[in-house]
């Protein structure tokens, strides 16, 4: 049974540049969500996506946007790259339960430094 | 206002000792969860367990304990005989029904070093 996997694991840009991370959620699962983790604090929510739309978002700018495909796996972009985003990106997958908390499974991260 | 407080930063315990990671939580929701991950040098959250707000028993699992108190708004975390490999950043983190109820809440985390 595949857990969450993300793609890829490290990255290098450089400032005003664009990145796309990927992300494939567990098996059976319809839900992800992104968070970024700055070095030595923990997550911050980005937003999370269920049947391809935005379902809740957390206090990050606009320049952060994400997209859910029919398989339910995810991509997380970033535009105008600044050197505060560098940082772990994770994703996680869950199961959609309205008006409840699934657990949430991580995957193993993208490190994203930006030069 | 930080809604999850992780008070110890690091803890460093020999093997074998126990110890026990502080969780302290502020909520206006009587409908929330409540969760620990642990995240090894990899960098991976691993979880390790889920509680709701209505269910206050306290949970044992192997070496791990969770104790539980609404009443001090509290979700404590045991490791009982500690091992190396409990070495990692833990996290506490707050999920509230009524914020749609899909983000988690993440404390700053306690860092945990565990030596032979």
């Known amino acids: 049974d595949a857990g969450v996997t993300q793609s890829p694991t490290h990255l290098i840009k450089t400032r005003g540049q664009q990145v796309t991370l990927r992300c494939s959620p567990k098996?059976?699962?319809?839900?992800v969500s992104w968070y970024q983790q700055a070095l030595g604090q923990g997550p911050q929510f980005i937003f999370q996506?269920?049947?391809?739309?935005?379902?809740q978002r957390g206090n990050f700018p606009d320049r952060f946007s994400g997209h859910q495909f029919p398989n339910y796996s995810s991509e997380l972009n970033v535009n105008a790259l600044l050197l505060g985003d560098s940082a772990l990106y994770l994703c996680?997958?869950?199961?959609?339960?309205?008006?409840?908390?699934?657990?949430?499974?991580f995957g193993p991260g993208t490190r994203l430094t930006v030069l | 206002a930080q809604k999850v407080t992780q008070a110890q930063t690091e803890i460093s315990v020999v093997e074998k000792e126990d110890v026990t990671l502080d969780c302290v939580y502020e909520?206006?929701?009587?409908?929330?969860?409540l969760f620990w991950y642990k995240q090894p040098p990899s960098g991976e959250l691993v979880f390790l367990i889920r509680?709701?707000?209505?269910?206050?028993q306290n949970e044992i699992s192997g070496r791990y304990s969770w104790n539980f108190q609404k009443s001090t708004s509290s979700f404590n975390f045991t490791i009982t005989a500690s091992q190396v490999v409990d070495s990692a950043v833990y996290f506490c983190?707050?999920?509230?029904?009524?914020?749609?109820?899909?983000?988690?809440?993440f404390g700053k985390g306690t860092s945990l070093l565990v030596t032979p």
């Open positions: 098996s059976g699962h319809d839900t």
């Open positions: 996680a997958s869950s199961l959609a339960n309205w008006g409840s908390t699934d657990t949430q499974y």
């Open positions: 983190a707050l999920s509230e029904v009524s914020n749609s109820g899909y983000a988690l809440n």
């Open positions: 509680r709701n707000s209505f269910d206050e």
């Open positions: 909520t206006r929701d009587t409908t929330y969860y």
């Open positions: 996506y269920y049947e391809e739309e935005e379902r």
